[in-house]
Structure formats: C-alpha cells, structure tokens
C-alpha cells in the first residue's frame, strides 16, 4: 500500500483531544514500553559520500542519538512507577547493537536490531515505514502500550519519525512532550506539550506514539552492575523478511521520495578586521555594523 493511501486512512486526529482536568488512577496492569533509539556519528566525524550524499556509518566514531537518552529515561520512569518492560529496537547497520548494548547497560530489559540491506539508502518517509514495520513484526508477539521517540537525531535532524511512523501504526502522536502528568489504567496517557507559545495538555489512549523533549526527565548513566549483568542478553535481529511483504515497494531507495542532490559545508567566512579608536568610537562603529547587517531591529 502507498504511504498516500495509508494516510488517508489514518484517524489519528480524532483520537487527539485536549483536557482541562487530569484525574489521576493507579495503573495496575504492567505497561509495555518501546523506545526508538538511534546510532549517530560522534559530531566532528561525519563523513559524507560526495557523489551520493549519504553518510559514511564507519567513518567515524559512533554513540547514541543524545535525544534518544530523554527517551529511555522516559521509559525507566514509567516503568518504576507503574511497573512492565522497555524494550528497545533500532535500525542500521550490525554495529548499531553496541546502543541496544548501552541501553541494556541502563535498564533495557529487551533489544531489537532492525537491519538489512535492502534498507540502504533508506530516506526518512523509508525509514519510517521500516521501523514500522518492524514494531508491527515485534507486536505480533506483544502489542506496546506506548512508543517513545526522541525530539529529533543529531545527524538525519527531521524529527519526523514519530509523526510518520504513528501515521504507518495509525496510532495518535503527540510530539514536544516536557511532561507526563497520568497514566490511567489500562485506558489513556495525559502529558503536557510544548508547542512553543503555549503548553497544551492532552490525554491520548493507548497505543500511543509520543517524542520527548530534552529535559524531561535527567538521563542516567550506564551502570557498571548493569553492564555485567546484561553481557549475556541477546539482541533480537529482524530483517526485511520479517516485515510485511505487501510494503515492500515502502522500503529503502525505491520507498524514499528524497534525493540527496548535492551535500556540502557551509560557505564560512574566515575573514578577520581589526579596528583601533576610543571607546566611543569602536561601540559606535560596532553599532552602525549590526545596524547594517540587520541584526538590531527598531525597538529592541
Ligand atoms: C535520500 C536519503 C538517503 C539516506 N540514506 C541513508 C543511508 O543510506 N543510511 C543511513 O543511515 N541514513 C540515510 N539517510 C538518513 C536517514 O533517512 C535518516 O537518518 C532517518 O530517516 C531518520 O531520520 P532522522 O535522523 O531525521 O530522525 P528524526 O526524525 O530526527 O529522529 C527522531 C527520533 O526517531 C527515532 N529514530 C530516528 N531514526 C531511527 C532509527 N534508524 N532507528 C530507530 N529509531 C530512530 C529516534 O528516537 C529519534 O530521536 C538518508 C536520508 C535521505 C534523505
């Protein structure tokens, strides 16, 4: 099916509604949470293919998505609170396992590695319909209660997983989250958003897709204990053979709609000046600058 097609379908803006009072009831039932976490070149070592524009994955170092530490934070919380398990999946390469390592070694109880091939060269409308198809195959086993995102990654940068994925799972999203406020047995999740000039409270039902700002809760750290007594657990690998096979025209560069024409570095100007005067006559130099190039602005 096409993602066009897939969309129309979707419901998911029924499902979003906004709340004035929170009503608080203890969750019973054990909450199966997924994170959505990320491999990312450690900043100052991506290295681009020139000739087709897509990122070089062993050309440098690699760590965890930063955002995606918000998300697995989100997930212990819950999981102390109203008690289940987190799981964890990610997509990329065979060296994306050290992540779901690093997150058993923060209190993972379940890895999943989504890896193959045929998603190379994989843009984000692609990755979206992979990951979904992944938690589609994961779910087959246990559906989740609520998946989390990060805000966005620190090289792709989209930050339209979480909508794209909610639209492949028909499921509601709600993006921006700086706090969860409920959860309310077996039923609904209320959290607060942050659409930048206001905050809005919302109460979505299960299953629900959610990204998490940074700063929602204080990441930890892996731990030594953690790290010993998770050496052992496996890592789940699925592959496109356990995806649907009626999307498979969704996957890798035949489902990916953009293409990378050119990809470069900023022009950046190196020039240096230097100016000598008074006080008086540097500030107002400075200030005539900034008038001209428009950094100050009538008023301000
Ligand atoms: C034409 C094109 C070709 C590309 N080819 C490649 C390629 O060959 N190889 C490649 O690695 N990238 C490739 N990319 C980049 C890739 O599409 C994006 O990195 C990917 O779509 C995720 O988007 P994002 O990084 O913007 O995620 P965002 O939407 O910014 O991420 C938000 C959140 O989604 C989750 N998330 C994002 N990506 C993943 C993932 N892979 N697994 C699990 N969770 C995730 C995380 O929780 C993250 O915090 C290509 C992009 C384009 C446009």
Redo the contacts with the bound molecule.
């Keep these: 099916m096409k993602f066009q097609e897939i969309f129309n379908q979707s419901s998911n803006r029924n499902l979003v509604r906004p709340i004035d009072n929170l009503i608080f009831t203890p969750y019973n039932n054990l909450m199966n949470i997924l994170?959505?976490?990320?491999?990312?070149p450690m900043s100052s070592d991506i290295g681009v293919d020139e000739e087709?524009?897509?990122?070089k994955?062993d050309s440098g170092d690699s760590k965890m998505?930063p955002?995606?530490l918000y998300?697995l934070e989100t997930a212990f919380q819950l999981k102390e609170e109203y008690g289940g398990k987190v799981s964890v999946?990610?997509?990329?390469?065979p060296a994306?396992e050290a992540v779901i390592r690093e997150a058993y070694m923060m209190g993972a109880d379940e890895g999943w590695l989504?890896s193959d091939r045929v998603?190379?060269?994989?843009?984000?409308?692609?990755?979206?319909a992979?990951?979904s198809g992944g938690i589609q195959a994961m779910e087959n086993r246990s559906p989740f209660d609520l998946i989390?995102?990060?805000?966005?990654?620190?090289?792709?940068?989209?930050?339209?997983?979480?909508?794209?994925?909610s639209e492949f799972l028909q499921i509601p999203c709600i993006t921006n989250v700086v706090s969860i406020d409920s959860i309310i047995h077996d039923d609904s999740i209320s959290l607060s958003s942050d659409l930048g000039h206001r905050i809005e409270k919302v109460k979505v039902p299960f299953p629900a897709m959610i990204?998490v700002e940074k700063g929602i809760y204080q990441p930890r750290l892996p731990s030594y204990i953690l790290k010993k007594k998770s050496a052992g657990y496996q890592i789940n690998w699925l592959n496109q053979e356990d995806l649907d096979k009626t999307n498979a025209a969704l996957y890798g560069?035949e489902g990916?709609p953009?293409?990378?024409v050119r990809i470069f570095p900023p022009d950046s100007n190196t020039e240096q000046e230097i100016w000598k005067g008074t006080a008086e006559e540097l500030s107002s130099r400075l200030f005539s600058l900034l008038e001209d190039e428009k950094f100050l602005q009538e008023g301000i």
Excluded: H
């Design positions: 994170v959505l976490i990320k491999q990312v087709t524009g897509v990122i994955r998505n955002y995606d998300g999946l990610t997509m990329g390469p994306a989504l998603f190379a060269g994989s843009d984000v409308l692609a990755t979206s992979a990951l989390i995102c990060g805000k966005q990654t620190t090289d792709g940068d989209t930050g339209q997983i979480a909508s794209e994925c990204a560069l990916s953009t293409q990378v």
